[in-house]
Structure formats: structure tokens, C-alpha cells
């Protein structure tokens, strides 16, 4: 509760989380800043979590709601893959996060999550928000520098992009929010999720060009 008269002091979160789907897979980019208020809590955040072998999801919003909602959806995944003995569909995962997330619409969770993979139907890509909302897209950025990272995007998005192209389309987007953006920064994370598997590639092995 606070004093009449106190003054409100703004607490401002920040990140920048990117997804592109392509014809053979999924490229996925965040930042590493993690905010608290004014303040810069951690300079090596991870934001690409792994969900199943060839599932992953970037959070953005509150970390330790975040945290607890990837926990729970791992072990929901667990008990599917138990129960039907196979590994579940991405949309079947964004469905489950989209449900928690509906439940607890009163109490909300304070996040936005992509979710992306490569299933038996190929690459897809699905944007969930706090309330549950789940939309397939083709690229999305969330996170406080999203409208300068989408800038990038929608100028260079096709629908015929190859996972190798999509790559510095995504890192490109990362760097326009961290260069304007105050909550993105401390460099970043990209995870491809191809046909071949998931491989998490270094910043440095990127700005080398050795990929």
C-alpha cells in the first residue's frame, strides 16, 4: 500500500525475443539483458529454453513467472510422452502453455512465449500471449525492442527463406532493438531447429562468419 502523496516511480522491463519459420526449420534469437526496474539484474539471461529435442520457446516478461511456466510445461510434455508414447506435436505444446496460461488468466502469468519446432508437419511457429492467446505466425518479436526488430523483419521476411538465410535476418533484428532499445543488450543467442536437429550457435562463431 502506498502513502498518500508517495510518488510512483515507473518499473520498466525490457527484452527482445525473434522467430522466423522457414521452409526446413525454425531460427530463433534473443538478447541476454535482464532488467530489473532500472536496473541491470543479469548480463547473460537465457531466453531460448529447450522444451522437447526439437522444441524450444523464448520468454519474455517476468523471469520467474517465466521460469515456472517452462518447468510445468516440461513436465506435462514428460507425462505425454508417456502416456501416448510418442513426442508431442509444437502445436500440441503451445496449446498446453496456452491452456496454463487461460487457467491462471485472474492470477496471470506475466509473460509472452514463442514456442517453435519441427514436428511430423514440418516447421511451425506459434505466439502465445499472458491470457492464452495462441496465433500461428511466420515471424513475430516480442519484448520491449519488438517494434524495431519487426521493422527488420517485415522488410526482409520471404516465404521461401531457408533456415542459413534467416539467421543473420534474426541476428540483424536483434541488433536494431539493442542499439535503441534500453531493456535489449549484453549481445546474443540463436538456436536452429532444422530438419538435422537443434543446434544452439555462439555470438562469437556468428560475427566470425563461420557459419
Given at each position: ?75 506435462h ?12 506435436s ?7 502453455i ?72 534474426a541476428?540483424e ?34 560475427e566470425?562468419?563461420l557459419?
Amino acid at each position: 500500500m502506498s502513502m498518500i502523496g508517495e510518488p510512483k516511480i515507473p518499473v520498466f522491463k525490457g527484452t527482445t525475443t525473434v522467430g522466423i519459420k522457414c521452409a526446413d526449420g525454425v531460427v530463433l534469437a534473443t538478447d541476454r539483458r535482464v532488467t530489473a526496474g532500472f536496473f541491470i539484474a543479469n548480463k547473460r539471461g537465457r531466453k531460448i529454453l529447450q522444451i522437447e529435442d526439437r522444441i524450444y520457446a523464448t520468454i519474455a516478461g517476468v523471469v520467474a513467472d517465466a521460469q515456472m511456466l517452462i518447468d510445468a510445461i516440461k513436465a506435462h510434455v514428460k507425462y505425454l510422452k508417456i502416456a501416448t508414447k510418442q513426442p508431442p506435436s509444437v502445436k500440441a505444446v503451445a496449446s498446453l502453455i496456452s491452456n496454463l496460461l487461460f487457467s491462471s488468466r485472474y492470477y496471470p502469468y506475466i509473460v509472452q512465449v514463442i514456442v517453435a519446432g519441427i514436428d511430423e508437419e514440418g516447421s511451425k511457429m506459434f505466439n502465445v500471449d499472458l491470457f492464452g492467446t495462441m496465433t500461428d505466425e511466420k515471424y513475430i518479436a516480442t519484448g520491449s525492442g519488438s517494434p524495431l526488430a519487426l521493422a527488420v523483419l517485415e522488410t526482409r521476411y520471404r516465404d521461401d527463406l531457408k533456415v542459413r538465410e534467416a539467421i543473420p535476418i534474426a541476428v540483424e533484428a536483434i541488433k536494431a532493438a539493442m542499439k535503441w532499445d534500453p531493456g535489449s543488450g549484453e549481445g546474443f543467442d540463436v538456436v536452429v531447429i532444422s530438419t538435422e536437429g537443434a543446434e544452439e550457435i555462439p555470438q562469437e562463431k556468428l560475427e566470425r562468419g563461420l557459419v
